[in-house]
Protein backbone atom coordinates (compact mmCIF):
# COMPACT_ATOMS: atom_id res chain seq x y z
CA UNK A 1 0.00 0.00 0.00
CA UNK A 2 1.12 3.55 -0.90
CA UNK A 3 0.02 6.04 1.54
CA UNK A 4 0.25 9.46 0.12
CA UNK A 5 0.91 12.42 2.73
CA UNK A 6 1.18 15.49 3.05
CA UNK A 7 3.11 18.42 2.74
CA UNK A 8 6.41 17.11 1.66
CA UNK A 9 6.05 16.20 -1.81
CA UNK A 10 9.23 13.89 -2.21
CA UNK A 11 7.60 11.80 0.75
CA UNK A 12 4.57 11.16 -1.57
CA UNK A 13 6.48 7.85 -3.69
CA UNK A 14 8.87 7.50 -0.83
CA UNK A 15 6.11 6.26 2.22
CA UNK A 16 5.31 3.39 2.68
CA UNK A 17 3.36 1.07 4.94
CA UNK A 18 5.56 -0.62 7.75
CA UNK A 19 4.51 -3.64 8.83
CA UNK A 20 6.76 -3.13 12.29
CA UNK A 21 9.26 -5.78 12.44
CA UNK A 22 10.86 -6.61 15.90
CA UNK A 23 14.59 -6.64 16.78
CA UNK A 24 15.69 -9.85 15.46
CA UNK A 25 17.54 -11.51 18.36
CA UNK A 26 19.49 -14.08 15.96
CA UNK A 27 22.10 -12.17 14.26
CA UNK A 28 25.23 -14.52 14.84
CA UNK A 29 27.92 -12.48 16.43
CA UNK A 30 31.40 -13.73 15.42
CA UNK A 31 34.04 -12.91 17.68
CA UNK A 32 37.39 -12.27 16.36
CA UNK A 33 39.08 -12.18 19.71
CA UNK A 34 38.40 -16.45 19.89
CA UNK A 35 39.47 -19.29 18.27
CA UNK A 36 36.65 -20.80 16.30
CA UNK A 37 35.45 -17.93 14.51
CA UNK A 38 36.33 -19.52 11.11
CA UNK A 39 33.22 -22.25 11.69
CA UNK A 40 31.00 -20.15 12.83
CA UNK A 41 31.39 -17.46 9.97
CA UNK A 42 30.82 -20.44 7.54
CA UNK A 43 27.32 -21.18 9.46
CA UNK A 44 26.55 -17.90 9.39
CA UNK A 45 27.19 -17.21 5.54
CA UNK A 46 25.50 -20.47 4.95
CA UNK A 47 22.38 -19.96 6.59
CA UNK A 48 21.90 -15.81 6.76
CA UNK A 49 24.86 -14.50 4.21
CA UNK A 50 25.53 -12.13 7.28
CA UNK A 51 26.64 -11.73 10.60
CA UNK A 52 28.47 -9.14 12.62
CA UNK A 53 32.11 -9.33 14.36
CA UNK A 54 32.98 -7.87 18.01
CA UNK A 55 36.29 -7.37 18.93
CA UNK A 56 37.56 -6.52 15.55
CA UNK A 57 40.10 -4.71 16.82
CA UNK A 58 39.34 -0.98 14.75
CA UNK A 59 38.94 1.30 16.89
CA UNK A 60 36.15 3.35 17.94
CA UNK A 61 37.91 6.37 18.08
CA UNK A 62 38.20 6.23 14.26
CA UNK A 63 34.77 4.95 13.81
CA UNK A 64 33.48 7.72 15.15
CA UNK A 65 35.82 10.37 13.98
CA UNK A 66 34.79 9.25 10.13
CA UNK A 67 31.01 9.63 11.62
CA UNK A 68 31.50 13.28 12.79
CA UNK A 69 33.00 14.22 9.73
CA UNK A 70 30.59 12.73 7.14
CA UNK A 71 27.77 14.78 9.26
CA UNK A 72 29.67 17.61 9.35
CA UNK A 73 29.49 17.46 5.46
CA UNK A 74 25.93 16.00 5.08
CA UNK A 75 25.18 19.63 7.34
CA UNK A 76 26.59 21.81 4.86
CA UNK A 77 24.16 23.58 2.38
CA UNK A 78 22.47 21.31 -0.55
CA UNK A 79 24.08 23.82 -3.23
CA UNK A 80 27.64 23.01 -1.13
CA UNK A 81 27.51 19.31 -0.89
CA UNK A 82 27.44 18.82 -4.72
CA UNK A 83 30.09 21.57 -5.47
CA UNK A 84 32.54 19.89 -3.02
CA UNK A 85 31.76 16.31 -3.75
CA UNK A 86 30.37 16.20 -7.64
CA UNK A 87 27.51 14.83 -8.38
CA UNK A 88 27.26 10.84 -8.70
CA UNK A 89 27.94 9.60 -11.46
CA UNK A 90 28.35 6.86 -9.58
CA UNK A 91 30.74 8.65 -7.98
CA UNK A 92 30.62 11.68 -5.75
CA UNK A 93 27.40 13.17 -3.95
CA UNK A 94 23.88 11.78 -4.50
CA UNK A 95 20.71 12.66 -3.11
CA UNK A 96 17.73 10.24 -3.43
CA UNK A 97 18.42 9.02 -6.53
CA UNK A 98 20.34 5.70 -6.71
CA UNK A 99 22.05 4.42 -9.69
CA UNK A 100 20.56 5.41 -12.83
CA UNK A 101 17.47 3.35 -13.34
CA UNK A 102 15.03 5.15 -11.82
CA UNK A 103 15.33 3.98 -8.38
CA UNK A 104 14.95 6.24 -5.07
CA UNK A 105 15.54 6.36 -1.67
CA UNK A 106 14.69 9.28 1.47
CA UNK A 107 18.75 9.23 1.39
CA UNK A 108 21.66 11.46 0.33
CA UNK A 109 25.17 10.08 0.03
CA UNK A 110 29.05 9.94 -0.52
CA UNK A 111 30.01 7.12 -2.98
CA UNK A 112 34.11 7.03 -3.69
CA UNK A 113 36.63 4.92 -5.14
CA UNK A 114 37.69 2.82 -2.23
CA UNK A 115 41.51 2.94 -3.61
CA UNK A 116 41.73 6.72 -4.59
CA UNK A 117 39.13 7.38 -1.87
CA UNK A 118 37.62 10.29 -4.97
CA UNK A 119 36.02 12.05 -5.07
CA UNK A 120 39.19 14.65 -5.00
CA UNK A 121 37.34 16.06 -1.63
CA UNK A 122 38.39 13.78 1.80
CA UNK A 123 37.59 13.53 5.10
CA UNK A 124 40.83 13.24 7.67
CA UNK A 125 39.90 9.82 8.95
CA UNK A 126 38.57 8.76 5.35
CA UNK A 127 41.96 7.07 4.07
CA UNK A 128 42.25 5.29 7.65
CA UNK A 129 39.12 3.86 8.06
CA UNK A 130 39.42 2.20 4.20
CA UNK A 131 42.05 1.21 5.19
CA UNK A 132 41.02 -0.47 8.27
CA UNK A 133 38.00 -2.20 7.01
CA UNK A 134 39.96 -3.65 3.91
CA UNK A 135 42.28 -5.24 6.36
CA UNK A 136 38.96 -6.61 8.52
CA UNK A 137 37.52 -7.30 5.33
CA UNK A 138 40.41 -9.38 3.89
CA UNK A 139 40.86 -11.24 7.31
CA UNK A 140 37.13 -12.25 7.55
CA UNK A 141 37.60 -13.79 3.80
CA UNK A 142 40.55 -15.22 5.07
CA UNK A 143 38.65 -16.85 8.06
CA UNK A 144 36.17 -17.92 5.69
CA UNK A 145 38.28 -19.93 3.50
CA UNK A 146 39.53 -21.67 6.24
CA UNK A 147 36.30 -22.78 7.78
CA UNK A 148 35.45 -24.03 4.44
CA UNK A 149 38.47 -26.23 4.11
CA UNK A 150 40.20 -24.40 1.80
CA UNK A 151 44.05 -25.21 1.25
CA UNK A 152 44.99 -21.95 -0.29
CA UNK A 153 44.28 -19.44 2.57
CA UNK A 154 43.94 -16.62 0.58
CA UNK A 155 41.97 -18.13 -1.96
CA UNK A 156 38.94 -15.26 -1.65
CA UNK A 157 41.15 -12.59 0.25
CA UNK A 158 43.70 -12.11 -2.65
CA UNK A 159 41.01 -10.36 -4.84
CA UNK A 160 40.07 -7.54 -2.43
CA UNK A 161 43.97 -7.01 -1.62
CA UNK A 162 45.15 -7.10 -5.31
CA UNK A 163 46.24 -3.34 -6.30
CA UNK A 164 43.66 -3.68 -9.05
CA UNK A 165 40.60 -4.52 -6.76
CA UNK A 166 37.45 -2.79 -7.61
CA UNK A 167 36.33 -1.63 -4.11
CA UNK A 168 33.71 1.28 -3.40
CA UNK A 169 33.32 3.08 -0.40
CA UNK A 170 29.57 4.57 0.57
CA UNK A 171 28.41 6.67 3.58
CA UNK A 172 24.75 7.07 3.70
CA UNK A 173 22.78 9.31 5.18
CA UNK A 174 19.23 8.55 6.21
CA UNK A 175 17.54 12.35 7.10
CA UNK A 176 14.97 12.75 9.96
CA UNK A 177 11.69 13.18 7.85
CA UNK A 178 9.76 15.61 10.18
CA UNK A 179 6.01 14.49 7.79
CA UNK A 180 5.50 11.32 8.25
CA UNK A 181 7.59 11.05 12.06
CA UNK A 182 3.86 11.37 13.76
CA UNK A 183 2.86 8.07 12.02
CA UNK A 184 3.90 4.37 12.07
CA UNK A 185 5.32 4.07 8.58
CA UNK A 186 8.31 3.76 7.36
CA UNK A 187 10.16 5.37 5.01
CA UNK A 188 12.04 3.78 2.14
CA UNK A 189 15.62 4.99 2.87
CA UNK A 190 17.42 2.19 0.00
CA UNK A 191 15.66 -0.21 -1.51
CA UNK A 192 16.11 -3.97 -1.03
CA UNK A 193 19.23 -5.59 -3.45
CA UNK A 194 21.31 -7.92 -2.96
CA UNK A 195 25.20 -6.33 -3.32
CA UNK A 196 26.92 -7.21 -6.27
CA UNK A 197 30.51 -7.85 -4.95
CA UNK A 198 32.65 -9.45 -2.76
CA UNK A 199 32.13 -8.46 0.93
CA UNK A 200 30.51 -5.74 2.35
CA UNK A 201 31.44 -4.14 5.56
CA UNK A 202 28.90 -1.97 7.34
CA UNK A 203 28.77 0.51 10.62
CA UNK A 204 26.02 2.01 11.02
CA UNK A 205 25.65 4.90 14.12
CA UNK A 206 23.30 3.84 16.83
CA UNK A 207 19.90 3.90 14.85
CA UNK A 208 17.86 1.26 13.48
CA UNK A 209 16.97 1.01 9.91
CA UNK A 210 19.02 -2.31 8.60
CA UNK A 211 16.75 -5.27 7.83
CA UNK A 212 17.68 -7.95 6.30
CA UNK A 213 15.66 -11.10 4.05
CA UNK A 214 15.48 -14.59 5.82
CA UNK A 215 15.68 -17.80 3.67
CA UNK A 216 12.29 -18.13 3.90
CA UNK A 217 11.99 -14.13 2.31
CA UNK A 218 10.54 -12.43 5.46
CA UNK A 219 12.52 -9.57 6.63
CA UNK A 220 13.72 -8.69 9.66
CA UNK A 221 14.96 -5.76 11.85
CA UNK A 222 19.04 -5.32 12.57
CA UNK A 223 19.33 -4.36 15.84
CA UNK A 224 21.94 -1.21 15.54
CA UNK A 225 25.69 -1.74 17.32
CA UNK A 226 27.91 1.23 16.25
CA UNK A 227 30.87 -0.29 17.69
CA UNK A 228 30.56 -3.85 15.75
CA UNK A 229 30.79 -4.42 12.29
CA UNK A 230 28.12 -5.94 9.88
CA UNK A 231 28.74 -8.37 7.09
CA UNK A 232 27.06 -8.88 3.93
CA UNK A 233 28.52 -11.65 1.61
CA UNK A 234 27.85 -10.14 -1.79
CA UNK A 235 26.89 -11.98 -4.97
CA UNK A 236 30.83 -12.57 -6.47
CA UNK A 237 31.38 -14.58 -3.49
CA UNK A 238 27.98 -16.41 -3.44
CA UNK A 239 29.32 -17.60 -7.05
CA UNK A 240 32.56 -18.39 -5.71
CA UNK A 241 31.41 -20.85 -3.16
CA UNK A 242 29.06 -22.32 -6.02
CA UNK A 243 26.08 -21.23 -3.72
CA UNK A 244 27.28 -22.26 0.01
CA UNK A 245 27.29 -19.14 0.57
CA UNK A 246 24.33 -16.79 0.32
CA UNK A 247 24.14 -13.22 -1.17
CA UNK A 248 21.75 -11.81 1.19
CA UNK A 249 19.20 -9.29 0.07
CA UNK A 250 18.90 -6.64 2.40
CA UNK A 251 17.43 -2.73 2.86
CA UNK A 252 17.01 -0.01 4.51
CA UNK A 253 13.61 1.50 5.99
CA UNK A 254 13.48 4.27 8.40
CA UNK A 255 11.19 5.90 10.95
CA UNK A 256 12.05 9.47 9.57
CA UNK A 257 12.72 10.42 13.48
CA UNK A 258 16.21 9.69 13.82
CA UNK A 259 19.06 10.27 11.67
CA UNK A 260 21.04 7.43 10.21
CA UNK A 261 24.42 6.88 8.87
CA UNK A 262 26.45 4.54 7.52
CA UNK A 263 29.91 3.52 5.88
CA UNK A 264 30.28 0.63 4.00
CA UNK A 265 33.02 -1.03 2.19
CA UNK A 266 32.40 -3.17 -0.99
CA UNK A 267 35.19 -5.36 -1.34
CA UNK A 268 35.21 -5.84 -5.17
CA UNK A 269 37.27 -7.75 -7.37
CA UNK A 270 40.06 -6.38 -10.41
CA UNK A 271 38.01 -5.75 -13.20
CA UNK A 272 40.04 -8.45 -15.48
CA UNK A 273 39.02 -11.17 -12.93
CA UNK A 274 37.29 -14.08 -13.49
CA UNK A 275 34.80 -15.14 -10.95
CA UNK A 276 33.42 -18.50 -11.37
CA UNK A 277 32.80 -21.37 -8.51
CA UNK A 278 36.44 -22.69 -7.18
CA UNK A 279 37.76 -26.40 -8.13
CA UNK A 280 38.59 -26.79 -4.76
CA UNK A 281 35.39 -26.54 -3.19
CA UNK A 282 33.37 -28.45 -5.67
CA UNK A 283 32.59 -32.30 -4.61
CA UNK A 284 33.70 -35.37 -7.05
CA UNK A 285 29.83 -35.20 -8.65
CA UNK A 286 28.89 -31.66 -7.87
CA UNK A 287 28.32 -29.52 -10.84
CA UNK A 288 29.34 -25.43 -11.34
CA UNK A 289 25.73 -23.89 -10.57
CA UNK A 290 26.72 -20.63 -12.06
CA UNK A 291 28.58 -19.77 -15.70
CA UNK A 292 31.87 -17.56 -14.73
CA UNK A 293 32.09 -14.21 -15.89
CA UNK A 294 34.45 -10.96 -15.45
CA UNK A 295 34.02 -8.78 -12.48
CA UNK A 296 33.78 -5.85 -15.48
CA UNK A 297 31.00 -8.17 -16.97
CA UNK A 298 29.16 -8.85 -14.12
CA UNK A 299 29.28 -5.05 -12.65
CA UNK A 300 28.48 -3.80 -16.08
CA UNK A 301 25.11 -5.89 -15.90
CA UNK A 302 24.78 -4.95 -12.36
CA UNK A 303 24.96 -1.21 -12.88
CA UNK A 304 22.15 -1.60 -15.86
CA UNK A 305 19.38 -3.13 -13.39
CA UNK A 306 17.06 -1.86 -10.95
CA UNK A 307 17.99 -2.14 -7.47
CA UNK A 308 15.97 -4.96 -6.22
CA UNK A 309 16.08 -7.34 -9.43
CA UNK A 310 17.77 -10.67 -9.24
CA UNK A 311 21.00 -10.09 -10.81
CA UNK A 312 22.76 -13.40 -10.51
CA UNK A 313 19.84 -15.41 -12.47
CA UNK A 314 21.52 -14.71 -15.45
CA UNK A 315 24.41 -16.60 -14.80
CA UNK A 316 22.69 -19.65 -13.08
CA UNK A 317 23.14 -22.88 -15.15
CA UNK A 318 19.65 -24.09 -16.23
C1 LIG B 1 24.38 -1.90 -4.48
C2 LIG B 1 25.67 -1.97 -3.66
C3 LIG B 1 26.48 -0.66 -3.71
O1 LIG B 1 25.86 0.34 -2.88
C4 LIG B 1 26.59 -0.13 -5.15
C5 LIG B 1 25.19 0.16 -5.65
C6 LIG B 1 25.03 0.79 -7.04
C7 LIG B 1 24.86 2.32 -6.97
O2 LIG B 1 24.38 2.85 -5.98
O3 LIG B 1 25.22 2.97 -7.98
C8 LIG B 1 23.80 0.09 -7.67
C9 LIG B 1 23.47 -1.12 -6.74
C10 LIG B 1 24.68 -1.25 -5.83
C11 LIG B 1 23.23 -2.43 -7.54
C12 LIG B 1 22.42 -2.24 -8.84
C13 LIG B 1 22.68 -0.89 -9.53
C14 LIG B 1 24.06 -0.37 -9.11
C15 LIG B 1 22.55 0.94 -7.89
C16 LIG B 1 21.80 0.15 -8.91
C17 LIG B 1 20.51 0.33 -9.16
C18 LIG B 1 27.55 1.05 -5.21
C19 LIG B 1 26.95 -1.26 -6.07
O4 LIG B 1 28.06 -1.59 -6.45
O5 LIG B 1 25.81 -1.89 -6.50
Request: with cysteine; hydrophobic share 40%; proline share 6%.
Amino acid sequence: MVVRTNPSPEGIFLVKALKPSAPFPGVPAIDLSVPGAAGGMVAACTEFGFFKVINHGVSKGLMAALEAEAMEFFNLPETEKEKKAGAASPFGYGNKNIGRNGDVGWLEYLLMDASTASPSFRFAALKEYVAAVKKLAAELLELMAEGLGIEQRNAFSRLVKDARSDSFFRINHYPPCPAVQSFNLGLNGFGEHTDPQIISVLRSNNSNGLQIALKDGSWVSVPPDQDSFFVIVGDSLQVLTNGRFRSVRHRVVTSGVRSRLSMIYFGGPALSERIAPLPQLLGALEQSRYRGFTWAEYKAAAFKSRLADNRLVHFEKK
